[in-house]
């Protein structure tokens, strides 16, 4: 299973745009990336997912390189309440493991 | 999107005590549910990978007499922590995926198990 490492945390401020980049250099050809938000006592919630090039949604947008060996989520606008832990994944399997994830936080 | 659900959403308990969790998917049929246990401050942990109708798969360093985990149905598997002690206490959350390999994984809301 390919490893991730990422930023363990990142600041902003409500009305940013946030891009989190999440470096996979061992990824495989059938690994997909995908991404979850956790808040405090909550299980992950799914953002978004992406195998290559760039995938849209209406809450995120996944970035991945021709090479795959990165990937970046931009949250557009972010609001005090995306303040949460965000965790990058690369799976070819039902095995998710969970990195340390990026503590994100959202000022006024 | 898909929905799963657990309960308890919080336990207390003495020393001891055996715990069953419950997660269920709402809406769909979960041909595979996965445990993972949180301590604070930390990262999920996967405990182990429960498929309907067999037995679990338990990670290393998991035992699988002390984590007894049943996947009676497609929209159920159950967990529980037997002769619970203090430093079982933890969040544990249950995930579910409807299909095959890269089929989204829907996570449960949690259950926080507090040992005295």
């Known amino acids: 299973l390919a490893k991730t490492t990422q930023p363990i945390s990142m600041d902003s401020y409500e009305g940013q745009e946030v891009n989190i980049t999440c470096s996979h250099n061992?990824?495989?050809?059938?690994?997909?990336i995908t991404w979850y938000q956790q808040f405090p006592s909550q299980g992950p919630r799914f953002i978004i997912q992406?195998?290559?090039t760039k995938v849209t949604n209406e809450v995120a947008s996944l970035f991945i390189p021709a090479d795959r060996k990165s990937s970046t989520l931009s949250l557009p606008r972010v609001s005090l309440s995306d303040t949460a832990v965000y965790y990058c994944?690369?799976?070819?399997?039902?095995?998710?493991?969970f990195g340390t994830g990026t503590r994100l936080q959202v000022f006024p | 999107g898909a929905v799963v659900s657990q309960h308890p959403s919080w336990v207390i308990c003495k020393s001891g005590t055996s715990v069953k969790i419950e997660c269920r998917s709402l809406?769909?049929?979960?041909?595979?549910m996965f445990w993972y246990r949180q301590f604070p401050k930390q990262s999920l942990m996967l405990m182990a990978t429960?498929?309907?109708?067999?037995?679990?798969?338990?990670e290393q360093g998991v035992e699988k007499d002390k984590f007894l985990i049943n996947h009676a149905s497609l929209t159920l598997s159950t967990l529980t922590v037997t002769s619970a002690h203090p430093e079982d206490s933890s969040f544990y959350i249950c995930?579910?995926?409807?299909?095959?390999?890269?089929?989204?994984?829907?996570f449960g809301p949690g259950t926080r198990l507090l040992v005295l």
């Open positions: 061992n990824i495989a050809t059938n690994d997909y």
């Open positions: 994944l690369v799976a070819n399997t039902d095995k998710l493991i």
């Open positions: 809406d769909f049929q979960a041909t595979t």
């Open positions: 429960s498929n309907e109708g067999s037995k679990a798969t338990y």
């Open positions: 995930s579910a995926q409807a299909g095959g390999n890269q089929e989204t994984q829907y």
């Open positions: 992406g195998y290559k």
